[in-house]
């Protein structure tokens, strides 16, 4: 019955979806007062039975109702409960599901947190966002159904696939589609500003904190995987190029490119058409992921077995959205009127080569990303592009990035006296230089010239991050710093720390493949390995072997490494569980191969050096978006909306 | 940005930048591009000397190594045509004869192929998408 009941649940989620996508839009276009009124009950509704919905599946999952098929295809009876749970989203069916229960989550906050927006306005973005709503449902309603019947059912289910079942996969994809699908708000702004007509400073400042919160879940979302694959899928890397991370990565680019240009739009009162077009792709770069990830052009541990059904119709939805909201910019871009011009030396103008490089190397990803599905479909053969292509192709733009992130925090709106940046700057950038060219002969002693670039650029935007925090909160000079600047210097900051982290992690990654039997020592890296030996274990729905080590550095014991080779019993596939010892400075990382015969196993053992500082940056990044949101002039509209809310609601409940 | 040469000087800036990237990008990209051959193909004398990919099943009952080594060798076949295909190093988690695999690397002699890296990801049916279609055609080509 429960399953029916969800499944009858979603039906009225897109009815009410349906609603909130039409009258308040009409009502909007007519001054309709009582039909703009619709949109946030009608928003309630939907929120209220896409909760059911889930509920549902949940309650399916949880009780082991394997009569439903995705429960069947999805989990086991033997599985943990944490992992019942989570296999909503471990299959195709389940994770669209969540999808459009974290649209509901977001449309729900803007249409409490648009309070202090006229109410047309808001209207119209809430009106997009049912659009938007009601084609993902359709979507999951009439192709990928989770509580589809199995007739007949089975006694036991097909496990939840192995890769999955591991912390990461409770908190990485909820992060990570609460980032994804938040693009969802800036383009629903974007196009009811078209819509409109009207685009000014105060549609950015009322744009801007919902992009920075969806660009904070992305950024933790995007972390948490590349940290998830780093100990579980990767045999110790951290960023493979895969097209499915390539399509989580590229919203997050033209998210971040999209927040530099709101700044400019709601300072300055320029780049509005950009802004908007940015709006757009970043949305559209996320349904393209969606698209590339549930259609069977690609396989990955992302994609689940697809039909193309699912695929057409995504990519039906993709044309939709984007081509319709493309169809209303071209009429109305050269509307938008700059309030004003800036020189060749000025804060705007660092943004905007900000925007021309983040959108260069976003290109550069697309293409590499697309290119063999194209060659694919047009069967001129089977081709893959490799990974040194990305990175060439992402270090080009995104290093001249990066050296003007320091100049451009310092330069001031409309124009910049050139002396003046220099006189402020040209001590962190002597400092830079000289650490970042003498720090890694003097700590690895051997270094390649884009190693010392690299360092040399992340070492400065560093320095010039700290520069104003220092002066403000140590020296106790100059002018304070408001909430949005500080968040500013702490995501830069961040930005510096990463970089520090890639750039070491992998020039002076250290990689063996050994076999080695019980007993033996194993020197590696400048540390020393002693195999102890290897013993069965019993999981709750695995056994594994597992190997005992003994780390030293020097002849000091650092502790005992316990990697294992899981053999998963529902799925019969092996999984590599690595131990890793962790500090500040570098990761030791172990995996226990397979069996070699005579009593040996291969193992691989790595060194990576600052590997800590690529998850810590990336944290600062979002603690500086967290920082900037809590900004006063956000926090003065918030307060406004409340005072106005008392009138709003007796319309709103009459409604 | 106010005055004509400005403005004149960002554009040319710009274009000069496109250009230097777009050069980089094409030798990046014709640098990086692999291509996929199945066993019939390779046999068929149409693979590069440069690295490739080949696909196809690892044959059951191929797969040796000498004890204690890590150097393995398996033969990777279409059920029309095999190559063999020598690796060292830890193979990885889903790898296993009468499975797809995907080997990267370059031919070292007649049926010989040297693999730097084993890529055994897949669906649930085991089969690399590439490899599927590779063992479609070779059936075919018997079939006729």
């Not at chain 1, 089977?382 to 733009?397: A, E, T």
């Not at chain 1, 700057?425 to 690895?444: C, E, K, Q």
């Not at chain 2, 005055?3 to 990086?32: C, D, H, M, P, W």
Request: hydrophobic share 50%.
């Amino acid at each position: 019955m429960i399953p029916e009941f969800g499944q009858l649940a979603l039906a009225l989620a897109l009815c009410l979806a349906l609603v909130q996508a039409t009258l308040p839009l009409i009502g909007a276009a007519n001054g309709r007062v009582d039909w703009m009124a619709l949109a946030r009950p009608a928003a309630a509704g939907q929120f209220v039975f896409v909760a059911v919905a889930f509920a549902a599946l949940e309650y399916a999952l949880l009780n082991d109702d394997f009569s439903v098929e995705f429960v069947a295809a999805h989990s086991n009876s033997a599985l943990p409960i944490f992992y019942k749970a989570t296999a909503a989203w471990g299959g195709h069916e389940g994770s669209m599901l969540l999808w459009i229960a974290v649209l509901a989550i977001w449309t729900m906050a803007v249409a409490a947190g648009s309070r202090s927006v006229p109410q047309e306005f808001a209207s119209r973005v809430l009106g997009v966002l049912g659009i938007v709503s009601a084609g993902m449902i359709a979507f999951a309603f009439f192709t990928s159904n989770p509580f589809t019947r199995l007739t007949p059912p089975v006694t036991d289910g097909n496990d939840l696939n192995p890769l999955l079942q591991d912390p990461g996969m409770i908190f990485h994809p909820p992060t990570l589609y609460l980032g994804y699908v938040g693009a969802a708000v800036p383009f629903a702004f974007a196009v009811a500003a078209l819509l409109s007509g009207k685009l000014d400073r105060d549609w950015a400042k009322w744009t801007r904190p919902w992009t920075i919160v969806a660009w904070i879940f992305l950024t933790c979302g995007i972390t948490l995987g590349s940290w998830w694959a780093y100990y579980e899928l990767g045999w110790g890397g951290w960023w493979f190029w895969d097209p499915v991370e390539n399509s989580s990565f590229m919203p997050w680019l033209m998210t971040t490119a999209l927040l530099h240009s709101l700044a400019v739009t709601e300072r300055r009162g320029i780049f509005k058409s950009w802004t908007v077009l940015l709006a757009i792709a970043a949305f559209s770069l996320s349904l393209l992921g969606t698209f590339l990830t549930r259609s069977p052009v690609m396989i990955s541990v992302h994609a689940f077995a697809a039909d193309p059904a699912r695929g057409l119709f995504i990519l039906g939805l993709l044309g939709l959205f984007t081509g319709g909201s493309l169809l209303l910019y071209a009429p109305r871009a050269s509307n938008f009127e700059a309030e004003g011009g800036f020189q060749l030396v000025s804060r705007e103008a660092f943004l905007l080569a900000n925007n021309i490089l983040l959108v260069s190397a976003t290109g550069a990803v697309l293409f590499g990303t697309l290119y063999p599905l194209f060659i694919d479909a047009l069967g001129l053969g089977k081709i893959s592009v490799g990974p040194p292509y990305f990175n060439v192709m992402f270090l080009l733009p995104v290093l001249p990035l990066a050296a003007l992130v320091g100049v451009g925090m310092h330069s001031a709106w409309r124009m910049t006296p050139g002396q003046l940046l220099l006189r402020r700057l040209r001590w962190p950038a002597v400092g830079a230089l000289v650490v970042g060219v003498a720090a890694p002969f003097a700590i690895f002693g051997a270094a390649s010239a884009l190693t010392l670039l690299a360092v040399t650029i992340a070492v400065w935007v560093c320095a010039s991050s700290l520069l104003d925090p220092v002066r403000r909160l140590v020296l106790r000079t100059g002018a304070p710093l408001t909430r949005a600047q500080m968040g500013m210097c702490l995501a830069h900051f961040g930005v510096g720390v990463f970089m520090l982290g890639a750039t070491v992690a992998s020039a002076y990654n250290l990689e063996f493949d050994v076999s080695a039997k019980p007993g033996d020592r194993v020197e590696a890296g400048g540390y020393e390995f002693v195999f102890r030996s290897v013993r069965s274990v019993q999981g709750p729905n695995f056994t594994a072997d597992e190997g005992e080590f003994e780390l030293l550095a020097n002849g000091k014991s650092l502790g005992i490494l316990k990697p294992q080779i899981r053999l998963y019993q529902v799925q019969r596939s092996p999984m590599t569980e690595a131990a890793i010892d962790t500090n500040v400075l570098r990761d030791v990382f172990l995996a226990l191969g397979e069996p070699l015969g005579a009593d040996a196993w291969s193992l691989r053992i790595q060194v990576k050096p600052l590997i800590g500082f690529l998850w810590l940056g990336s944290g600062l990044m979002a603690l500086g978006g967290l920082v900037a949101i809590t900004d006063r002039r956000y926090r003065v509209a918030t307060r406004e909306a409340r005072s106005t809310e008392h009138v709003e609601q007796p319309a709103a409940g009459a409604a | 940005m106010r005055s004509r040469t400005q403005r004149k000087l960002f554009i040319g800036l710009v274009l000069v930048g496109i250009t230097v990237a777009g050069a980089f990008a094409y030798r990046a990209f014709q640098e990086n591009l692999l291509y996929f051959f199945s066993p019939t193909q390779v046999v068929a004398g149409e693979a590069p000397a440069r690295t490739f990919r080949l696909g196809g099943m690892v044959l059951a009952g191929s797969f040796t190594r000498e004890p204690g080594s890590l150097t393995s060798h398996f033969v990777v076949t279409d059920n029309v045509q095999s190559v063999g295909v020598t690796y060292t190093g830890v193979l990885p988690d889903l790898f296993r004869e009468g499975a797809g695999a995907v080997v990267v690397g370059r031919m070292s002699g007649e049926r010989e192929f040297a693999a730097d890296e084993v890529i055994a990801k897949h669906d649930e049916n085991y089969m690399p998408p590439e490899v599927a279609q590779a063992l479609e055609k070779a059936r075919e080509a018997k079939g006729e």
